[in-house]
């Protein structure tokens, strides 16, 4: 789907938000790369500005420095405006100049460019026409291209984030940015919400209702608002997971006695058993390529996480490390799961390299849960406990960069990172 398309659409949605997610950096690590983000000519005239969130989106990556730019006047626009000398001076590698022009037709046209300070070149110059509400969707696509050329890496500034905030008896499903802005209530309920999970289109997402007073599959597509239950037998329906081609649907159900792994479709239809044991089998996680699905299962006699072929067969163990490893999550590359490791009675997030069998503590909390890669597999978001109540955190997937996203009010649980979406 278009992101701009997504965009609009969940501007349009009927419920409107509460609470705005910040961020607080708490730790950043290595070098940083030294980037002045000017302001943008005329964007004082618009209702968001592009530079500062340009700036913002670099900032929290913790692989970034923002350099002043305190006395420059006149504020460069053009190429032939800009004083190379003196911003190596300021010990800038990187400089952003852009402006925005109002277009007959109500839209604005924003261009930026981006330069090597150091080889007085130019690496990156774009133009975009959108509506002044589109803003801060552009500020995020700006920040998308400036991060990829300077790292080589994909930028995930323009992808959304969902996840589950509690007030009271009253439980809501919000979808907003990857920097908690902009955030909007899909789905309100006072029963439990929980489990929400990106199809890889991010048209729609799939959860856990107990509207029904029990636990049931649902998927809901954000562009329609449209429901379907895909996941309603007998006992529990929990723990959905999308298939990489979203047409399937890895859930956990009860309907046999005990938590199994089945294979349904995303529509709705008959569930495929993946393994038959006597051992509690649970929280499924499709690999990138579609060939796996890691899970968590105490047949060892501890809960620990395996893998198994995702057309069925034997199940390998892939965590030794502790007696309590929970909530596999794969990489985007496929080559290492984001898990919950429980330690001297503190839940951690960690990362197991598969190759290897390493395992990498990544946090330092007391209950942090439900790990989420962003889809350029820089970063893993979590939840984490703050002062009695969940808050939303992220990590970077070496352990050096950490973020929070502090909601005013609430208690924030369940994040799931979106994907990238197409242009």
Not at 36 to 56: D, I, M, N, W
Not at 154 to 176: A, P
Not at 272 to 301: L, N, Y
Not at 357 to 385: F, H, R, W
Request: glycine share 8%; aromatic share 8%.
């Amino acid at each position: 789907m278009n992101r701009f398309l997504l965009a609009v659409l969940l501007a349009c949605l009927a419920f409107a938000a509460r609470a705005q997610l910040t961020i607080d950096i708490t730790t950043s690590g290595g070098r940083q790369i030294p980037i002045a983000v000017l302001p943008f000519a005329g964007e004082g005239a618009q209702p968001q500005p592009v530079s500062t969130v340009v700036g913002a989106d670099l900032a929290r990556t913790g692989l970034f420095r923002l350099v002043n730019a305190v006395g420059v006047s006149p504020v460069p626009t053009e190429p032939s405006e800009v004083n190379f000398v003196d911003w190596q001076a300021r010990s800038s590698e990187a400089l952003v100049i852009g402006k925005i022009e109002p277009q007959a037709d109500g839209r604005v046209e924003v261009r930026f460019r981006l330069f090597d300070v150091q080889k007085q070149s130019q690496l990156a110059s774009f133009s975009y026409v959108v509506a002044p509400a589109q803003l801060r969707a552009t500020a995020h696509r700006i920040a998308d291209v400036i991060y990829e050329k300077l790292t080589g890496e994909k930028g995930v500034f323009s992808t959304k984030i969902t996840y589950v905030v509690k007030r009271g008896k009253r439980f809501e499903l919000q979808v907003s940015d990857a920097d908690g802005a902009g955030a909007q209530t899909v789905l309100a309920s006072n029963e439990p919400i929980i489990s929400p999970a990106w199809s890889p289109d991010g048209s729609r997402i799939a959860y856990v209702s107990f509207d029904q007073k029990k636990p049931v599959v649902v998927v809901q597509n954000l562009a329609q608002g449209t429901t379907r239950v895909v996941a309603n037998y007998w006992g529990n329906n929990s723990a959905p997971a999308w298939s990489p081609d979203g047409s399937r649907l890895a859930v956990t159900l009860t309907r046999d006695d005990i938590s199994q792994i089945y294979v349904i479709p995303a529509a709705g239809g008959e569930p495929r058993r993946m393994a038959v044991t006597p051992a509690i089998d649970t929280e499924a996680c499709f690999s990138p390529d579609g060939k796996w699905i890691a899970f968590t299962s105490d047949r060892g006699g501890s809960p620990q996480i395996y893998r198994m072929p995702s057309e069925g067969g034997p199940a390998q163990r892939l965590s030794f490390e502790g007696t309590y490893n929970v909530r596999p999550r794969f990489s985007p590359d496929g080559k290492s799961i984001a898990f919950v490791q429980r330690e001297s009675g503190k839940y951690r997030i960690a990362v197991l390299e598969i190759a290897t069998g390493q395992v990498t503590v990544l946090t330092d909390g007391t209950l942090d849960d439900s790990p989420s890669y962003a889809p350029n597999g820089k970063m893993i978001l979590y939840e984490a406990q703050a002062n009695g109540r969940g808050q939303l955190a992220a990590v970077s997937s070496d352990g050096r960069v950490r973020q929070r996203l502090v909601s005013s009010t609430g208690d924030v649980r369940d994040p799931a990172w979106g994907p990238l979406l197409t242009n």
